[in-house]
Structures are given as C-alpha cells and as structure tokens.
Nanobody, 121 residues
Framework: EVQLVESGGGLVQPGGSLRLSCAAS????????MAWFRQTPGKEREGVAS???????SYAASVKGRFTISKDNALNTLYLQMNSLKPEDTAVYYC???????????????WGQGTQVTVSS
C-alpha cells in the first residue's frame, strides 16, 4: 500500500510558476514509478509527466519545456515545477504511483486526493 498526499496548488497569474509536491508513504516498491495527472470537469484525466527510479522522464506535449518532474528518493517525495503557466493548465492535479511503469497511462494503482491549480488574472 502507498499513501500519497499532494500540496502546493493555488491561484497564479498567467506566466507565473508553482511547485507541486507529493509525499509518498508506505511501500516504497509500490512507488517505484510515479506520475502527475490533471483533470478538469467533463474531461478525462490527462497524464502530464512521469518519472522512474532511474530518473527517466516523460512529458505530455502540452507541458514539455514548461514543466519539470523530479523526485527526492530519500524523502520519497515527488515534485512538479510548473513554469510559464497558462489558463489552460487550470485543473486538479493528482500524483500517482505504482510498481509498474505506466508512463502517462491512467492505470496507476495508487492516487492522491488532488490539489487545485488555477491560472487566472
């Protein structure tokens, strides 16, 4: 079992930055592969970025060059640095974890409760 708790969401102006955190506890083997997803009302959950224990990263085309995923293995904490934010980045952001490398597929077994990110002037 893995418990995931996100933090760091909030309101930011277009062009601004935010850093999301996701603290993982429980079985570390089940959080070998981690990812960030986002969802807006009426839309499917979208994979944003993923990372494995070796630091290999994948990004959705819509965020590549603006967002950076990273993980502190000692703290078992996942981060998402979001720069040059746009109104279309507004969503609830979720972190996910699993022992299988799902990359940006939604089939991760463990999910956090989500944190709201709103980009608006």
């Amino acid at each position: 079992e893995v418990q995931l708790v996100e933090s760091g969401g909030g309101l930011v102006q277009p062009g601004g930055s935010l850093r999301l955190s996701c603290a993982a506890s429980g079985s570390t083997s089940h959080s070998t592969y981690m990812a960030w997803f986002r969802q807006t009302p009426g839309k499917e959950r979208e994979g944003v970025a993923s990372i494995d224990s070796f630091g290999s990263r994948s990004y959705a085309a819509s965020v590549k060059g603006r967002f950076t995923i990273s993980k502190d293995n000692a703290l078992n904490t996942l981060y998402l640095q979001m720069n040059s934010l746009k109104p279309e980045d507004t969503a609830v952001y979720y972190c996910a974890a699993d022992r299988i490398n799902w990359l940006l597929n939604w089939r991760y077994n463990y999910w956090g409760q989500g944190t709201q990110v709103t980009v608006s002037s």
